[in-house]
């Protein structure tokens, strides 16, 4: 009987240690695991606009080496559309955008300011590692580790409604929330 306690106590321990053989890239790229996964990233790809013939062919630009075309991406340009501003043709802020910009940078502006959160970020989360089971189970820990700096959104609008201060409405709270 004691051989094959023996006999399941070392393969338990060497199923643990096959278990957690797989490291970590360690880079930070992906937030929701804690843990990179090896594989494509399907947001890093922008389809190139459709070809479209301008009204008149001194519209098209010179060809550049290594420049730009109408087909390229214009990520920011579409967003800033969508949102109803107007893209800027040239560096700059439009006059029309002048105010929004001088609200939104009121207590300054980093020009690197997602490379710097995502260093914060990165060494939060390595002082703040899962529980050995967790890690060894690779188990998501996300929530968990960043309970402290999450807002309870409800609450937040229930305060700021007691105040008399005018809010959107909210949708209601989902199954497991506080």
Request: charged letters at 25%; one cysteine or more.
């Amino acid at each position: 009987m004691r051989a094959k306690a023996g006999a399941g106590a070392i393969a338990m321990m060497a199923m643990l240690a096959v278990a957690g053989c797989s490291a970590p890239r360690g880079d930070g790229t992906d937030l929701m695991n804690l843990k990179s996964k090896d594989g494509p990233d399907e947001f890093a790809i922008l389809p190139p606009k459709p070809l479209t013939m301008p009204d008149t062919l001194s519209e098209l630009p010179d060809p550049t080496p290594g420049g730009s075309n109408r087909t390229d991406p214009t990520p920011e340009a579409d967003a800033i559309v969508a949102l109803g501003g107007k893209p800027q043709k040239a560096g700059g802020i439009p006059a029309a955008d002048g105010a929004l910009y001088a609200q939104a940078a009121r207590y300054g502006v980093e020009a690197n300011i997602r490379g710097v959160l995502a260093g914060e970020d990165l060494e939060w989360r390595r002082d703040h590692k899962g529980r050995i089971l967790e890690r060894l189970l690779n188990v998501n820990v996300y929530y968990r580790a960043y309970r402290k700096q999450s807002l309870d959104q409800h609450a937040e609008l229930e305060f700021w409604r007691a105040r008399g201060v005018r809010t959107p409405s909210a949708p209601p709270p989902q199954k497991g929330e506080n």
